[in-house]
């Protein structure tokens, strides 16, 4: 951002303010309800309750921002946004927007928690019952699914057979990895609920006959055994350098040698201030664990070394949590 001039700080200032009206409209359901047919305020009121001027002011500035269409009194969602803020919509990602609202309370304590008070609410970010883990999880496939063939082949898994996904989720991971190597098997290693939606994904694509599903807590439990390459994807953010050594550590275990572990996330420079969504994302992890960061590659090197690995490189530096680093087990 290229701050020169009183008016880009006032904007960096107001950004707060188009958000706030967004993930109001996200958490009132109104993308949802307003995409079959438009409704007027007073619809939209015997639907949801709440008073209607407020409503009124609020779907106006919807529609200023073009997440709405209004004509003749009446509002519905913009076509070209609703099949993914619907909750309808088979490429939904409205289970992570609410998400992201549930975060907005966390970081509006951020000021506290750097002066070394942080806010006493607490609240579990994760999904909070079986239908919203499942939307949630279907999200993620959502935004994931086209990074996936891309990460897949920055990889080169060609020579691999046997893949271990760690905290694989429903499954994008490995059904890109599998579809790039037809030869490969892969163990998907993840919490039990979520191993199950594993199931009905790689099922409805064909490939479950290839695929073992391991439930399991990677802080917990073991590793499968036998695998020549592990994919460790958007997890050590979360964790403790202790944490990390602890799971590379697991994931030495687990692979046959002369196998490779592979990681993506964000990889920092050594300064942290890029890349700029690491660095934001750092924020993130400050406020929501109780000891995540992003990590530079030196911190990556050094705790796979400690776990045993060897040839240890950054195989591709990335700006939105796509770096990946590559190390392999002698």
């Known amino acids: 951002m290229n701050i020169n001039s009183p008016e880009t700080i006032l904007t960096l200032a107001r950004n707060f303010m188009e958000c706030r009206i967004f993930l109001t409209g996200a958490e009132l359901n109104l ?38 269409v209004k004509r003749e009194e009446k509002y519905q969602s913009t ?29 509006s304590g951020l000021t506290g928690t750097v002066q070394g008070s942080p806010s006493p609410q607490k609240a579990d970010l994760s999904p909070r019952d079986a239908d919203e883990l499942r939307a949630f999880i279907g999200a993620m496939h959502v935004i994931a699914a086209p990074l996936a063939s891309r990460i897949v082949s920055a990889i080169h898994p060609e020579s691999s057979r046997n893949l271990l996904d760690v905290g694989g989720g429903s499954g994008t991971y490995t059904l890109a990895f599998l579809r790039a190597v037809p030869a490969m098997k892969a163990t998907l290693f993840d919490r039990p609920e979520v191993t199950e939606m594993a199931r009905q994904r790689l099922s409805a694509a064909g490939v479950l006959d290839r695929v073992t599903l391991a439930p399991g807590d ?55 201030t890029r890349p700029r969504d690491g660095a934001i994302f750092a924020v993130n992890m400050l406020l929501a664990t109780s000891a995540g960061k992003t990590y530079t590659y030196s911190e990556i090197e050094s705790s796979l070394g400690q776990a ?16 990946l680093v590559e190390a392999c087990k002698p």
């Open 308 to 323: 045993g690995f060897t040839a240890i490189r950054l195989l591709q530096r990335g700006q939105h949590m796509d770096a």
């Open 79 to 107: 076509p070209s946004a609703s099949p993914f803020l619907s909750a309808e919509g088979a490429d939904s990602v409205l289970p992570l927007i609410l998400h992201m609202a549930n975060l907005w309370h966390r970081w």
């Open 218 to 272: 990677f802080y917990r439990d073991e590793l499968p055994h036998g695998h020549d390459l592990a994919f460790v994807s958007a997890i050590i953010h979360q964790n403790s350098p202790e944490h990390n050594l602890d799971l590379f550590m697991k994931v030495f275990r687990s692979l046959t040698p002369g196998g490779r572990i592979v990681i993506r996330d964000h990889v920092m420079e050594p300064d942290r």
């Open 31 to 68: 993308f949802t309800l307003l995409t079959p047919a438009p409704l007027s305020v007073q619809d939209v009121a015997g639907r949801i309750g709440g008073d209607p001027r407020a409503l009124t002011i609020l779907l106006d500035a919807l529609a200023a921002m073009d997440l709405l």
